[in-house]
């Protein structure tokens, strides 16, 4: 079936590190893919999603492209900041009811 | 701005008890989710709803019920609380058909 892996983390980084979070995907079709951020204490916000194999999502300085050839959707930024630590999910979506979510990612920037 | 609201932010409750957490959406969406997040195990889907009045079981439906009399609000049960319920449990609506989820703030839930 369809499904999400993420590397495991913490990811711990100096602020203004370059930051990479893996995801791969395992799915039949052709899914639309999304990253979530949960802030502590907080639901899961969208941060960024690609729906066709290519598109780059965007957003908050955070990239990530919709690679069909090595079925993946890794998350980068530049820069990160302290503000930044939080835990990512990955996820996919394909005609389907469900979201499917990776386990989550925890990154902890320090100053 | 989109909103999902959730009733209780922090609950604690005795083992036995019965628990309603409550969920209300402002966007007429069409579906709603209830998840469970826990250490290590990632988000695992409770119940979700096509719409008002239908609910299908997600991947650890046990120990669960959900209600859906209006198609803003979608509730989740635990009938007799247990230790293994606590948990932080989200909801989550989206527009039928598409796979973007907006989810609430989280009833982190203590079961003593």
């Known amino acids: 079936g369809d499904s999400v892996t993420q590397m495991e983390g913490p990811v711990t980084l100096s602020e203004e590190a370059f930051l990479t979070i893996n995801c791969t995907y395992t799915a039949t079709g052709y899914p639309s893919l999304f990253w979530y951020v949960q802030y502590p204490g907080e639901g899961l916000q969208l941060l960024l999603k690609?729906?066709?194999?290519?598109d780059k999502g965007s957003n908050k300085g955070f990239e990530a492209t919709y690679r069909k050839e090595t079925t993946s959707f890794h998350l980068e930024k530049g820069s990160v900041q302290v503000s930044d630590s939080a835990v990512y999910f990955c996820?996919?979506?394909?005609?389907?009811?469900?979201?499917?979510f990776g386990t989550g990612t925890r990154l902890q920037v320090f100053p | 701005d989109v909103k999902v609201t959730q009733s209780s932010r922090y609950l604690v409750k005795r083992t036995g008890e019965k628990v309603f957490l409550e969920c209300v959406q402002d966007m007429d969406h069409e579906n709603m989710f209830w998840y469970r997040q826990d250490p290590g195990l990632g988000l695992r889907l409770i119940y979700f709803s096509y719409d008002v009045k239908m609910k299908e079981k997600g991947d650890i439906p046990e120990g669960y019920s959900v209600s859906r009399e209006k198609k803003e609000r979608f509730s989740l049960i635990l009938e007799s609380a247990s230790t293994n319920q606590t948990s932080m449990y989200l909801c989550a609506s989206r527009f039928l058909g598409i796979g973007e989820l907006f989810f609430g703030e989280g009833s982190r839930l203590t079961v003593l």
């Open positions: 996820a996919l979506w394909y005609n389907t009811d469900k979201l499917i």
């Open positions: 690609a729906t066709k194999a290519d």
